[in-house]
């Protein structure tokens, strides 16, 4: 085993054992991980009782990993900021490492609301289908949020508020934060505050106190020179200190009361830190982006262009004209009660953009190449797995090959030899037949869409799956499973020392071959606990995973005490005996 990748392909019926002449590398066990669990955020209630509307549906993280935003399906995004990015991990009395990763909450908003396609006669949700995070260009940060219509282009300011009046300090760091947000003024950059929030009282020429500070202080710049968002939107801010002195003025006018922020004519002194002001405005709106449902909405190296998929279409998009697109692919035929596939995932190849893979209901995975045809009416591949099922999520991990998950396996697939998929992963292995059966017959299934994450050195596949499990895979025929739940730092781990023994980890060893994943009942099976959306993030061993009301947040740590083992001295270890299949090589 230790010169060639063996792998198992689960058919929920019997172990097929394939050896792969292609991959002579080592197995590369999970035993170098150790997740922990760091945080959770979102209530300590019964996941059942949360309303339908704060169910999450999408979650991203920001491109240095300090921001995370996630959306949920009642039109909101709630941003989570790293107080301490870059931190070591920290020992524990034990001897162990453990992460010292820790998110705070920043800012939450509404980004889109329900609304009524008359022309169609369908109800629009707000549901948040897709977050995308743009490459900082400044010290602002940019992001796409689309639901099933249209596609939003947001900025976020985040600026210490901190401002000289010659030797008096004053700051817009916590104006109106509490104020519900009525106007386009309230959503931008607060460009007046309080005078008597001055530490001294500002001085004339003459050097006496000013009883009319307003004499003294500049014209307000042009309007051209101030952020003004493209559309009113209501923000909900962190409670913070009241200004001192906010909450007395009444019957007082303005201009008694607000000083400019603008003192251009005055010298700057040094300041002192106060709390940062965030604000969150519209710059683009891609209206009416999709005639249909809007499911994935992937965005290009650079940022400079992005792609949306729905069910039957795949437009390219520029990020600086929202009046501009391409539509690189059309499955609508010329009556539209002849459709019979759909389009449920896609991807696009985030290091040449020139590659673009999407998943249909049919099981197959499509590729195609704009470089070659404008409108890819033909396409380049068709890869498929025997007896396919529904894609639910399809996802690059190298620029030759790509991930594919359906209800029951994870599919890898190499480009270069797309007659098969070079390795399939079964997710729901403790599951017995006639479960499988049911849910591949059941028409509920459609809707469930488990997404995919792949990590930053594009080796460990993380997905999710019922009753709040998710699965880690590697692409070398090893994985791991556990339980996301807000107990699961407390439960008992195991004795033996097997990869991803933290958090309750149970392996799962080469497809399901050997399973200790005693925590998901199999004959118990809850559609709405389930993990259906997770993110890695793109600098750090971090792992966010989104259930219907909480975000966990989980870490891995390098453990230099765990040695690299074969998978037979593993099987050993545990007292497992693999079963004796006949063997079929690969072509």
């Known amino acids: 085993v230790a010169h060639s990748a063996v792998q198992y392909a689960f058919n929920h019926d019997a172990f097929k054992i394939i050896t792969s002449s292609k991959m002579t590398h080592a197995p590369y066990l999970l035993d170098h991980l150790d997740y922990r669990y760091c945080q959770v ?29 996630v959306g949920d399906c009642g039109g909101r995004i709630v941003i989570f900021r790293c107080v301490n990015p870059g931190a ?17 909450f920043m800012l939450e908003f509404q980004s889109h609301v329900a609304e009524y396609d008359y022309m169609r006669s369908l109800d629009v949700q707000a549901r948040i289908t897709s977050i995308n995070f743009l490459t900082p260009l400044s010290q602002h940060m940019y992001f796409l949020s689309a639901n099933d219509k249209d596609i939003k282009l947001w900025r976020i300011r ?57 004499e003294s202080v500049p014209e307000r710049p042009p309007a051209r020179y101030i952020d003004r968002p493209v559309e009113e939107e209501s923000v909900s801010r962190a409670p913070t200190k009241p200004i001192p002195g906010l909450e007395t003025r009444t019957g007082a006018h303005a201009d008694d009361l607000f000083l400019d922020r603008y003192p251009d004519n005055i010298a700057a002194s040094p300041t002192e830190p106060v709390t940062s002001t965030v604000s969150i405005a519209v710059r683009k709106n891609f209206t009416h982006a999709s005639n249909y449902h809007i499911n994935s909405v992937c965005m290009g190296p650079g940022s400079e262009q992005f792609i949306s998929s729905d069910d039957l ?73 025997p007896n396919p099922l529904q894609i639910e999520s399809v996802k690059f991990i190298s620029p030759t090959t790509v991930a594919a998950r359906d209800l029951l396996d994870l599919c890898i697939y190499d480009i270069r030899n797309p007659g098969q998929p070079l390795s399939i992963y079964a997710i729901n292995v403790n599951f017995p037949s006639e479960l499988v059966q049911s849910l591949y017959c059941d028409p509920l ?43 699961a730092i407390k439960q008992k781990r195991p004795k033996v020392r097997y990869p991803g023994y933290s958090v309750a980890a149970r392996p799962l060893l080469n497809n399901g071959c050997y399973d200790l994943n005693s925590f998901v ?3 118990n099976l809850n559609r709405i606990l389930g993990v259906r959306h997770l993110a890695y993030h793109p600098c750090d061993n971090v792992l966010a ?43």
């Not at 300590?44 to 300090?66: E, H, K, V």
């Not at 070591?88 to 705070?104: C, F, N």
């Open 445 to 487: 299934t459609l809707y469930d869409s488990f997404n995919m994450a792949i990590d930053r050195k594009s080796q460990f596949i993380a997905t999710g799956s019922y009753n709040s499990s998710i699965q880690i895979y590697n692409l070398h025929g090893t994985a791991m499973s556990f339980k996301v739940t807000r107990d």
């Open 545 to 587: 995973v989104a259930t219907i009301g909480h975000l966990f947040i989980y870490a891995s740590v390098e453990d230099p005490d765990a040695g690299f083992r074969d998978f037979s001295e593993f099987c050993k270890e545990c007292g497992v005996t693999t079963p004796a299949k006949s063997q079929v090589n690969l072509p």
């Open 88 to 104: 070591s991990p920290k020992r524990t009395r034990t001897g162990t490492l453990h992460p010292s990763i820790e998110y705070d």
């Open 158 to 214: 985040d600026t210490v508020g901190t401002a000289s009046l010659g030797s008096d300090t004053y700051t817009w760091g916590s104006f109106n934060k509490d104020k519900d947000i009525t106007s386009v003024d309230d959503l931008v950059f607060p460009t007046k505050v309080p005078k008597t929030h001055l530490a001294h009282p500002p001085t004339l020429a003459g050097g006496s106190p000013s009883s009319s500070v307003s």
């Open 521 to 523: 009942p199999a004959t």
């Open 313 to 385: 279409t795949i437009t390219q998009w520029w990020v600086e004209d929202n009046t501009v697109a391409h539509m690189l692919v059309d499955l609508r035929p010329h009556n539209l009660s002849d459709i019979v596939e759909t389009i449920c995932s896609a991807d696009l190849d985030p290091t040449t953009s020139s590659l673009i893979a999407f998943g249909t209901n049919y099981g197959k995975v499509k590729l195609i190449d704009p470089r070659m045809n404008a409108i890819c009416d033909t396409f380049r591949l068709v890869m498929a797995k």
């Open 41 to 69: 955020f979102g209530d300590c209630c019964d996941p059942l009782s949360i309303p339908r509307t704060d169910y999450i549906s999408s979650l991203a993280f920001s491109n240095s990993g300090d921001h995370i935003a």
